[in-house]
């Protein structure tokens, strides 16, 4: 009988402590989801404190902690393009939809591909076209870029480009690529001239993607 009345008491302890237990806000919710995506770029590295705000810290190997520390705000960038700070942001013309169509070329940085490597950022060329009255992009990278190769629809949104396709790995120079086409959205805006654009497909990898329009 005291056994089963112990059992009874662990029972109740937790219930309560569960009940008791802070609930994550928003802001915590998103550090945690952005930790678990980030994380198989540095093993080694543990979540150290996360404040209700937001506010994170993660320890672990100091490279690998660096690496997931920047793909953690970014990942954190492309979910919520919140801006945190004082200062208030630039205010720009709002992004038009007609503004789009040409050729914009710049920069594509993709997240390492393992542990040991470093983002890899090289040329890229994205062009927006419209075919039966809907916007159309596509983007292909430079050769001296690990070759990318997407497509889809975009639609400008109170002012915020929102991108939708598919993202396909090329060939590398080591040989044929086995990685699989996969989902990407991305969302983007203008600052100055520049079109500045974060995406993330739907492995979790972030792709950050800065163009400035050609002339042609």
Known sequence: ????????????????????????????????E???ACRPQGPSTRLERVERDGKFSVIGREAEAQRVHDCMVRYDQAERR????????????PLQAGRLPGTWRGTLTLPPRSSGETEVAGPATVR???????LRWSL??????????????AVVVDGELRMSGTVRPGASRTGPSEARAVSV????????????????????????ISVRRVAE
């Not at 059992?7 to 806000?25: D, E, H, Q, S």
């Not at 919140?82 to 013309?93: E, F, H, K, L, Q």
Request: with cysteine; net charge positive; proline share 5%.
């Open 82 to 93: 919140d801006v945190r700070g004082s200062a208030p942001a630039p205010r720009v013309p």
């Open 185 to 208: 959205r991305y969302s983007g805006t203008m600052v100055g001239d520049r079109l500045e654009v974060t995406g993330v497909t739907a492995d979790r990898q972030v792709h950050l």
């Open 140 to 153: 292909a990278t430079g050769a001296a870029s690990p070759a990318v190769a997407a497509d889809g629809s």
């Open 128 to 134: 927006f076209t419209v075919a039966g009255g809907a």
């Open 34 to 36: 952005a930790f678990k």
């Open 1 to 32: 009988m005291r056994r089963r009345d112990l059992r009874c008491l662990i029972a109740v302890a937790a219930l309560v402590a569960a009940g008791c237990a802070p609930k994550l806000t928003t802001q915590q919710a998103l550090v945690e």
